[in-house]
């Protein structure tokens, strides 16, 4: 692709948009904006603009469409497959300045928010009203924005679904600088192709999200976590299908080996009442009577002993307790990134069914290859973070052992049904692993509705697809 | 467009791919196949075919795609927007054949079936297993299929969502003749474009759906209906949202007058305890403990009465008097029919707060029109089904009276943020209509998808866009 480069002239109109002081380039950009979380992905843009309006950001692209000029969009930068990068330079739009609560509709139940909203304000001015936001991704400083651009999950998935069930409706920019509606404040939708619905997971490549309607539901009354260690990863992973579907549905099954749970006492400098299992899963129910999810938790916890061979089962039934047992596994991806020199992350997601069978593949993967690779889950929804951990390996062994390790996981993962991704989204360092996976068909698909949205690839080049 | 006539050559062929008996043209086809449940689309296939298997359908495909013949996918043929009718002759592929259901899998809590399920059957085998599915579309002898390609919506949508959120994978054979695999068994999926959210509603013109896997989740262990008479249709209407907003989340809100409750009555010969107040609110409350459902129950009864006006509330606790109370909520679109000569329908779906407004706007365009408009709801999300009735008009009368006034009520519903369909769809009978609400940027957005997934606009032309 080649895209124009910023000149003087370009800038000038830039900050006719944006006013003098948000529009920065050059040594002014802070490396920061070079890198997502993932940090491998490195390239500084050209110039970066902070948005405070659409309107600001519809000229910006009737601009960059006329000029061939590539914008990325960019949230808190809490990516970790460096979708928020700017490989071809350009511009790079912040979006973080926009962050107002634009409104509350109780009636409709609905929150209108701009794409910056960090995901912890909603959770928390919502829960004010007595309203629940459904989606709990584990990175709570990343934007909304950046959650619907990548179709985020987290741990409430298996009750509560993924961000895409909560968008009702979406304003975009499209490249052509023109503002299109999506959806709306309605809850039910069969008037054409959903746009909507091709836009949440596009990681910034078909438009850019400047307004975003969310559904709300009524707040549940309460929450009630449960930590059973095991003698063994796979009891434990074999209970998980048993609950979801012998019982009443957990908000959260987490699972996570000793290893993790060390790095995370020692990154948080704070105990487990459990750390010396090989083995847990961490699961939470909630509900609208107590007296119900007390018998939940009663059921689940005979249920876990009886049946599924946990050792014991712990309580944490006060705020304080969920509070440091959360935040203990909150502190996952942080610690074992602090155990070692550099990561990489598998982001697999896999039919439940299959989770044993696969994390034996990856345990045998990591003798063969010699590296280090600790992993934790979502285990109700059969999405796993597998980490490999640079340590001491150079960097010529360092990236043939990621290639061949990723390629074998991938693959491996395919042949049970499973996907590259299931809520971290693609971005530039897993792109060629989607490719493997996809047929030629589909690519072309992707290509064609790529091409649709952005006939001149100025948007977030060299993404996904 | 200009498609290839089909011949006795075209014929030999599909004699070929589907065996003799499954191949029928001409004077042997039935004239049901010439249109759905609407009745006013209507069109004669050139030739009808019954697949029984996916490798049928690609061959067909290809055959047709390299001749440029049209091919329209039919289930059981009780859409309402004319979406299966093959206006442009050429081949209408049958999938009721395709019946099998695959597999159930209780680990992953999936069912894996073909498209020409019926949803009633999908019902019946699931709640065997203690399963449940969770949309209810209200004609239960839709196929999956249909329900899939229309993104239907139903009772139940208030608390379990609609087609799409049960649709976990998609099996999809491509005007090519290709066949492809979206999602899988997979819970989350941040892998690429959503080409199954795509397929979703795109009421065939896209790609054929040959194979499903749908979610499932454990069934609830009761399920309680309430029926509240109420003096105005605005009392009615006003309790929905404070029930959703301040109390656990309905199963589903129906909502009728009078008068589709009498016709329902007459055609079904079947009598409502309640028959004779202005308006009525239909709700149920379902769950996985009993004591809960009881409480919840209690709770909006007496919201029902102290709090929103209601004259009295009937509580449906039998088997028995749930099935005749829901029969009559069934029947309301057969009755309608039944009282006219000739519907049409609107399907309507707005934001909850903006009912009332515009069911009196529906109500001041009935007298001013001097045309009858029975309507009934799902007033738990906000999607209204609205009938205007010909009774005695002439023909060229109606036609004008129903362009007038569809016009005049989706303009009104477009300036509440309301949208076209929120569960019948598009086909071909709201073509207009939608073309009016979209954009231009989202029409050539929605050409260029189509033209990706179907260059020779072969799959199902003339519908949706």
Known sequence: MKYKKITNEDLLYFKNIFGEERVISENEIKSEYAHDELGTVFNYPEVLVKATHKKEISALMKYANLHKIPVTVRGSGTGLVGACVPIYGGVLLDLTLMNKI?????????????????????????????????????????TIGGTVSTNAGGMRAVKYGVTRDWVRGLEVVLASGEIIK????????????SLKDLLIGSEGTLGIVTEIILKLTVKPVKMISLLAPFNSKEEAILAAPKLISNHVIPTAVEFFLNDSLLYSERYLGKKLPHNNYPAYLLLSYDGYHEEVVDKDVRKASEMLINEFNAIDVFLIDTEERRKAIWSVRDGFLEAIKLSTTLIDEC???????????????????????????????????????????????????????????????????????????????????????????????????????????????????GKVI
Request: aromatic share 10%; charged share 30%.
């Open 102 to 142: 634009i409104e509350l509709d109780k009636t409709n139940l609905t929150l209108t928010v701009e794409p910056g909203v960090l995901i912890m304000d909603i959770y928390e001015y919502v829960l004010k009203e007595d309203l629940f936001y459904g989606p709990d991704p584990g990175e709570k400083s990343a």
């Open 182 to 193: 999506l959806g709306g404040k309605v809850v039910k939708n069969a008037s054409g192709y």
């Open 347 to 461: 982001d697999v997601v896999l039919p439940r069914a299959k989770i044993n069978e696969f994390l034996t593949y990856v345990d045998n993967l990591s003798s063969e290859l010699k590296v280090r690779i600790p992993y934790f889950g979502h285990l109700g929804d059969g999405n796993l973070h597998i980490y490999f951990c640079k340590d001491d390996l150079d960097e010529k062994k360092w990236q043939e052992t990621l290639k061949r390790g990723f390629l074998k996981l991938y693959d491996k993962a395919a042949s049970f049904g499973g996907l590259v991704s299931g809520e971290h989204g693609i971005g530039f360092a897993k792109k060629e692993y989607l490719k493997n996976q996809l047929k030629s068909e589909q690519l072309t698909i992707m290509r064609a509705i790529k091409k649709a949205f952005d006939p001149h690839e100025i948007l977030n080049p």
